[in-house]
């Protein structure tokens, strides 16, 4: 493809204007991963659904990871303007929907359309990075682009409980509407439209690695909840997934333009960075999806407030952010992907330590602690990855690592749940009368149980905030997995304003 979308052909000023365009749809959505964790007892107490809690999160995930690289690789095809707006307009339907749907079964759908539409905005925009600033100062704007990331997926909840505590849910989504036409308006504007070579698309390719995605992250979903992990129907999906899986990746072999290059896995550097990413999705998640619960259940805050103890969160992930994105030409990349696991670790275990009664500022500073180490990887991961391709496959590689994280953050409400419910049996066992602990359910549900048993409604509650606990412990293990990785990871950005590969 004839790339004319260059940052030695665009002026300081235009860039900067694409990129406030471009930031917008990325705020916007990532902001809807996390803002209905909040708002949801608000939205089940108006549609009911609570079975269906989990699915709000998941079908957006499920959609967004999908198309992530899709979109990644039509960018590199068709030029990043058109998928980013196509973007924003899938993106501002399906939010005008969710926030007049009528039942949770709506509601569900249409999350799914808004993930089809973020799952075209974050790879576009980050892929962006590389096309319009030279090699020497992507890693302060990735380092703003990973603050900004973490600022909409913490923000999210505190917005979406103020909202909801304060207006309507309905307006969770309707919010979207200002920020979204903006960023049509900025990118519309200014965003140079590229040179388009015809090339034959790998649908095929697409389709088979959709189906894959979905099945593996249903499986992640459903396993340990609906059915049994060792069961008839993890067996049948783990081999539907790994039959799908390798049709993929016969068939990316045979493709003139692949969606993903077989090639790209013999990259010691790219597999790594996408693990990490994977990694860093996976625990994010897990903790922007229970944290807030806890908050409101066990410490007893409101939905607003439980959306603003993850501040702090932001605060953290967004100084070393932007101090790693500014500073890693000089360090190189071992030292934040060192010291960054090891601190976000730490604050894990922190928070693990939390109980019905702790203080709301051992809370924030426990979550400080946490952001801090979470920002050191962010930015530098992304840059890692974007310094070692060409320009001709940025949209691909930067979607590829995207889609990592996404499926770790997809992965991360089903691991979650489940180590949760691999705990409660344990914890309700300690503090409840054997008559109570046979009736009540062992899972995430048994705070339903409450309202027929008011007077052990502490001990419930205690069981279950443990059991939270307990899952921010595990994913502060799950998080050293990157010092295994950052041994591989080496070197530091290109020193000159030259492209790093092939071009």
């Excluded at 902001?31 to 007892?41: K, Y």
């Excluded at 519309?188 to 095929?204: G, H, L, M, N, R």
């Amino acid at each position: 493809m004839s790339n004319d979308l260059h940052w030695s052909n665009i002026d300081k000023k235009t860039r900067a204007t694409i990129m406030i365009g471009l930031s917008m749809g990325m705020l916007m959505a990532c902001l809807d991963g996390t803002i209905v964790a909040t708002s949801l007892p608000h939205i089940v107490g108006d549609l009911g659904g609570y079975e269906h809690y989990s699915w709000v999160f998941t079908g957006y995930m499920l959609c967004e990871t999908a198309m992530i690289p899709i979109a990644g690789k039509l960018s590199d095809q068709y030029g990043r303007k058109p998928i980013f707006l196509v973007g924003i307009s899938i993106f501002l339907v399906g939010s005008v929907l969710c926030g007049i749907c009528g039942s949770m079964s709506q509601l569900i759908i249409f999350r799914a359309i808004q993930g089809i539409g973020g799952g075209m905005l974050v790879p576009v925009a980050t892929a962006a990075v590389a096309d319009l600033f030279a090699p020497t100062e992507r890693g302060k704007i990735q380092g703003m682009l990973g603050a900004l990331f973490a600022v909409a997926m913490c923000l999210g909840p505190f917005l979406g409980g103020y909202i909801s505590d304060h207006i309507s849910w309905h307006w969770v989504f309707f919010i979207n509407l200002p920020i979204g036409l903006a960023a049509l308006i900025f990118t519309a504007k200014k965003f140079p439209s590229q040179e388009i070579v015809e090339t034959k698309t790998d649908y095929s390719g697409m389709t088979l690695l959709t189906a894959f995605l979905f099945t593996l992250l249903l499986f992640f979903t459903w396993a340990g909840i609906d059915f049994e992990w060792l069961s008839i129907q993890s067996a049948g999906m783990i081999a539907l997934a790994a039959v799908l899986l390798a049709l993929f990746i016969f068939n990316e072999t045979k493709a003139k333009e692949p969606v993903l290059k077989p090639a790209l896995f013999k990259n010691k550097m790219f597999v790594c960075c996408a693990l990490v990413m994977f990694v860093f999705g996976l625990a994010l998640m897990g903790l922007m999806a229970y944290l807030p619960m806890f908050m409101q259940t066990v410490i007893g805050m409101s939905a607003t407030n439980s959306g603003a103890i993850m501040l702090p969160f932001v605060i953290g992930v967004a100084i070393t952010s932007m101090i790693s994105g500014f500073a890693v030409k000089r360090t190189g990349y071992q030292p934040w992907l060192i010291a960054g696991p090891i601190v976000a670790a730490f604050g894990m275990y922190l928070l693990s330590t939390l109980e019905m009664g702790s203080s709301q500022t051992a809370a924030l500073i426990y979550l400080l602690i946490t952001g801090l180490g979470m920002g050191c990887v962010m930015s530098v991961i992304m840059i890692a990855v974007q310094n070692g391709a060409s320009r001709g496959e940025m949209g691909m590689v930067t979607s590829s690592v995207n889609l990592f994280r996404s499926i770790g953050s997809t992965v991360a409400v089903g691991v979650f749940t489940t180590i949760i419910n691999g705990r409660i049996a344990t914890e309700l066992w300690n503090v409840l009368p054997q008559a109570i602990y046979d009736v009540v359910p062992h899972t995430i549900g048994v705070l339903e149980a409450i309202a027929y048993f008011p007077a052990y409604a502490n001990d419930i509650i205690f069981a279950y905030g443990e059991s939270i606990t307990f899952a921010f412990l595990i994913g502060g293990i799950i998080i050293l997995f990157v010092l295994l990785l950052a041994v591989f990871i080496k070197g530091r950005p290109v020193d000159t304003a030259d492209e790093s590969m092939g071009e």
